[in-house]
Structure formats: C-alpha cells, structure tokens
Nanobody, 111 residues
Framework: QVQLVESGGGLVQAGGSLRLSCTAP????????MAWYRQAPGKQRELVAR??????TYADSVRGRFTISGDNAKNTVDLQMNRLTPEDTAVYYC??????WGQGTQVTVSS
C-alpha cells in the first residue's frame, strides 16, 4: 500500500514555480534515503533529485532550477521547482529507497 503521500502538483505557465511536498510515516522516513523522480508520457521514470549524506544530487536538466530539502521533524521532503518549462511536464513521484513510492502528482507546464 502507498505510504508516501505527495502534494503540490498542478498547472503552471512556463517560467512559473511550484513546490511539491512528500510526507512519509515516521517509521519509514529517513532523510538520506529520500528522492524525487518523474515520468513524462512515453518516457522512463528518471531521477530528479535526491538527498544523501554527501549532499544533494540533481538531474542535469533541473540543476540550478530545482531544490530538494527535507525536514526530519515533519517527516517531509520537498521539491521547489522554479523557472519551469514545458519539458518539466510529468508525474512526479516521491521515493524512499529502495522501493517505497508515492502515488505521484501531476505537474503540467504550459507554454
């Protein structure tokens, strides 16, 4: 069953911003095992950003525009997305390594 819950998706114009949030049960949450992925229509799911002890990692396509952050007190991991483009349109999924996933939240960027 789904244990990660995403929120914050929606429709935005190119150049705009959205903030996604993922909440996990305390028993499951571990900040250094959290990540965001996305899957566009007809494409494979890809890593967008993740938090690891050595630091954060971003896909080349989002580096400098997206920021991942976690809050241990709230059991949440957020993804701040700025300067969005139509190419960012996808379903965004929260992941807790190795194999816990949220249900996904749709992000649509209009041109």
């Amino acid at each position: 069953q789904v244990q990660l819950v995403e929120s914050g998706g929606g429709l935005v114009q190119a150049g705009g911003s959205l903030r996604l949030s993922c909440t996990a049960p305390r028993s499951l949450f571990s900040i250094y095992l959290m990540a965001w992925y996305r899957q566009a229509p007809g494409k494979q799911r890809e890593l967008v950003a993740r938090i690891r002890p050595a630091g954060t990692t971003y896909a080349d396509s989002v580096r400098g525009r997206f920021t991942i952050s976690g809050d241990n007190a709230k059991n949440t991991v957020d993804l701040q997305m700025n300067r969005l483009t139509p190419e960012d349109t996808a379903v965004y999924y929260c992941n807790r390594a190795p194999s816990w996933w949220g249900q996904g939240t749709q992000v649509t960027v209009s041109s």
